[in-house]
Nanobody, 120 residues
């Protein structure tokens, strides 16, 4: 699966952005899809994921503010981000992997990243 992320940008604190990640490949529907983020000088951290069956998980820091969803007909995964905070500033990456994924090392495909900057 090849992934292409988009939708990043500059937004003020409290604002919203919607990230998209378009995938190519016939196995999209059977994959777990996830979003990770990496701030300068920090490791790449988990944000959210959605399994092939639609089960979702979120990092505690984004629960209640971010929503992950997928559209298998369009081979696209989304991340709706509301009430953004300056600490959400990072490069956001989408990833795809089998449903048994446990850590970020288990994901087999990664997008190129899209920058999200939240100003205070």
């Amino acid at each position: 699966v090849q992934l292409q992320a988009s939708g990043g940008g500059l937004v003020q604190a409290g604002g919203s952005l919607r990230l998209s990640c378009a995938a190519s490949g016939s196995i999209f529907a059977g994959c777990t899809l996830a979003w990770y983020r990496q701030a300068p000088g920090k490791q790449r951290d988990f944000v959210a994921r959605v399994s092939s069956g639609g089960r979702t998980n979120y990092a505690d820091s984004v629960k209640g503010r971010f929503t992950i969803s997928r559209d298998n007909a369009k081979n696209t995964v989304f991340l709706q981000m509301n009430n953004l905070k300056p600490e959400d500033t990072a490069v956001y990456y989408c990833a795809a992997g089998p449903d048994w994924v446990f850590t970020k090392r288990d994901y087999t495909s990664w997008g190129q990243g899209t920058q999200v900057t939240v100003s205070s």
